[in-house]
């Protein structure tokens, strides 16, 4: 383990110049999971630290499980864009972005390694033991980008690492029989959906009108949440799920 890097768990410093000061004294208070997205780690790698390609991330978690450090904890990566997550515009400067290597969807996208996922829960519960991240503010690329991104994709165990204390997670409700709402619809029930989502974190307008955007945030709710099945539409199955999340925030139960 170098003694230049923030993390606790083995790491290697690989250092890039794409990073600048957080705004206005921002304090950490998410972790935000990527799939790199590209055809092999090396690339990935190169444009993370390439001056040219604007982008970086603080951590990357290769395929062996192996990590490296590329921007310090204290300055703003260049990982997330535009977002938002629980109306934050800038989620660049509060979080801590973690690129883990897979060729996502565009280049063949496949299950994360056994130890590639050990070493992502190492870090991560790592960084959140240390800055106090609560467990719903680490969360995947596509719940803060919905309309833009879906990595880490509906492959990335979620479930394992909640099971290693590591993020929010329910087990979601079964899916069954019956639509009860999908793009195009509205209503009080469309409505309270949105409401629900937008609780969470999403960005979602409360319209009552089941909206290309609200169909992007219960696509990406469903990614994270309930991955069975990612389609946009509204049944039970997510709507469960929604709402065992929501009992289990502590500024929500009773």
Same mark, same amino acid.
């Given at each position: 383990?170098?003694?230049? %890097?923030?993390?606790? @768990? /083995? $790491?290697?410093?690989?250092? =890039?110049?794409?990073?600048?000061?957080?705004?206005?004294?921002?304090?950490?208070?998410?972790?935000?999971? *990527?799939?790199?997205?590209?055809?092999?780690?090396?690339?990935?790698?190169? #444009?993370?630290?390439? /001056?040219? $390609?604007?982008? =970086?991330? *603080?951590?990357?978690?290769?395929?062996?499980?192996?990590?490296?450090?590329?921007?310090?904890?204290?300055?703003?990566?260049?990982?997330?864009?535009?977002? +938002?997550?629980?109306?934050?515009?800038?989620?660049? =400067?509060?979080?801590?972005?973690?690129?883990? !290597?897979?060729?996502?969807?565009?280049?063949?996208?496949?299950?994360?390694?056994?130890?590639? !996922?050990? $070493? !992502?829960?190492?870090?991560?519960?790592?960084?959140?033991? #240390?800055?106090?991240?609560?467990?719903?503010?680490?969360?995947?690329?596509?719940?803060?980008?919905?309309?833009?991104?879906?990595?880490?994709?509906?492959?990335?165990?979620?479930?394992?690492?909640?099971?290693?204390? !590591?993020? *929010?997670?329910?087990?979601?409700?079964?899916?069954?029989?019956?639509?009860?709402?999908?793009?195009?619809?509205?209503?009080?029930?469309?409505?309270?959906?949105?409401?629900?989502?937008?609780?969470?974190?999403?960005? @979602?307008? @409360? +319209?009552?009108?089941?909206?290309?955007?609200?169909?992007? $945030? @219960? =696509?990406?709710?469903? #990614?994270?949440?309930?991955?069975?099945?990612?389609?946009?539409?509204?049944?039970?199955? %997510?709507?469960?799920?929604?709402?065992?999340?929501?009992?289990?925030?502590? +500024?929500?139960?009773?």
């Amino acid at each position: 383990m170098s003694a230049l %890097t923030d993390t606790g @768990v /083995p $790491a290697r410093v690989h250092p =890039s110049p794409n990073h600048g000061p957080r705004a206005n004294g921002a304090q950490i208070d998410m972790v935000v999971l *990527h799939y790199t997205g590209m055809q092999s780690a090396e690339a990935a790698l190169q #444009r993370l630290c390439d /001056p040219r $390609a604007e982008v =970086s991330a *603080h951590y990357f978690v290769d395929e062996d499980g192996s990590i490296l450090q590329c921007v310090p904890e204290a300055r703003r990566a260049w990982h997330a864009g535009q977002g +938002s997550w629980k109306g934050e515009t800038d989620t660049n =400067s509060r979080s801590i972005g973690v690129e883990i !290597v897979n060729p996502g969807h565009e280049f063949g996208y496949r299950s994360f390694p056994t130890a590639q !996922v050990a $070493a !992502v829960i190492e870090l991560v519960s790592d960084i959140c033991r #240390r800055h106090g991240i609560q467990p719903w503010m680490v969360l995947g690329h596509s719940d803060i980008a919905p309309e833009r991104k879906v990595d880490p994709g509906e492959l990335f165990p979620w479930d394992r690492l909640a099971a290693s204390g !590591v993020g *929010h997670f329910v087990d979601p409700s079964p899916i069954g029989s019956g639509l009860m709402m999908q793009e195009g619809d509205s209503g009080q029930p469309v409505e309270a959906l949105q409401s629900m989502l937008a609780l969470y974190g999403y960005e @979602v307008a @409360v +319209s009552g009108d089941f909206s290309t955007q609200t169909k992007h $945030a @219960v =696509s990406a709710f469903q #990614r994270h949440f309930r991955p069975e099945k990612v389609d946009g539409v509204v049944d039970r199955s %997510t709507i469960e799920t929604l709402h065992g999340l929501l009992k289990r925030l502590p +500024s929500l139960a009773s």
